[in-house]
T-cell receptor, first 119, second 114 residues
Framework: GAVVSQHPSRVICKSGTSVKIECRSL??????MFWYRQFPKQSLMLMAT?????????EQGVEKDKFLINHASLTLSTLTVTSAHPEDSSFYIC???????????????FGAGTRLSVL | AQSVTQLGSHVSVSEGALVLLRCNYS??????LFWYVQYPNQGLQLLLK??????LVKGINGFEAEFKKSETSFHLTKPSAHMSDAAEYFC????????????FGIGTKLQVIP
């Protein structure tokens, strides 16, 4: 099946630094990828939709200058948390839809997630 | 607009007992429905999905779910719980016309007691 690789799996950083998270579709192309954030004991909340070759679409309440998204190729999207603060500590997960086959419906393939801890 | 309600944030069952995780949804258009499982510190894995056709869908690891339009429900069941089923389960809905945006429920943590 389709695989989405997310790196790094865990990062610890000091307050004020920037952290980049990569999301790659390994065996399929994804013109669209999604970035989610999951706080402890809560569900996944969609942060933004990453679009290859164009600007990302952010959900209401998500700061686009804080969470920079770049989707430079059909297999790679990156999320950069700029000037990270302790309140940004969370589990970040990316996903990519398996397009090209209508009978698949809206299948999302998820990365393994990145746990960010900001000290 | 879509939404998902999962009744019971924590469910405990004995090993070998029936597993029933409840999910109700709301959607203004015919929905696509999903169940995902998440093991600690891991991403989500698709258990099963309903798009069109047969309303009883079977997934991996012996799980199945039934789409009941009249009840706007998509409950997840498994006849006999195994210790390895302990995880968090998320019900999700997407707009069949919109293709890609998925709304998740808050999740149900399943505990299996030996």
């Amino acid at each position: 099946g389709a695989v989405v690789s997310q790196h790094p799996s865990r990062v610890i950083c000091k307050s004020g630094t920037s952290v980049k998270i990569e999301c790659r579709s390994l065996d399929f192309q994804a013109t669209t990828m999604f970035w989610y954030r999951q706080f402890p004991k809560q569900s996944l909340m969609l942060m933004a939709t990453s679009n290859e070759g164009s600007k990302a679409t952010y959900e209401q309440g998500v700061e686009k200058d804080k969470f920079l998204i770049n989707h430079a190729s059909l297999t790679l999207s990156t999320l950069t948390v700029t000037s990270a603060h302790p309140e940004d500590s969370s589990f970040y997960i990316c996903s990519a839809p398996a397009g090209g086959q209508l009978h698949e419906g809206n299948i999302q393939y998820f990365g393994a997630g990145t746990r960010l801890s900001v000290l | 607009a879509q939404s998902v309600t999962q009744l019971g944030s924590h469910v405990s069952v004995s090993e070998g007992a029936l597993v029933l995780l409840r999910c109700n949804y709301s959607s203004s258009v015919p929905p696509y429905l999903f169940w995902y499982v998440q093991y600690p510190n891991q991403g989500l894995q698709l258990l099963l999905k309903y798009t069109t056709g047969a309303t009883l869908v079977k997934g991996i690891n012996g799980f199945e779910a039934e789409f009941k339009k009249s009840e706007t429900s998509f409950h997840l069941t498994k006849p006999s719980a195994h210790m390895s089923d302990a995880a968090e389960y998320f019900c999700a809905v997407s707009d069949s016309g919109g293709y890609q945006k998925v709304t998740f429920g808050i999740g149900t943590k399943l505990q299996v007691i030996p």
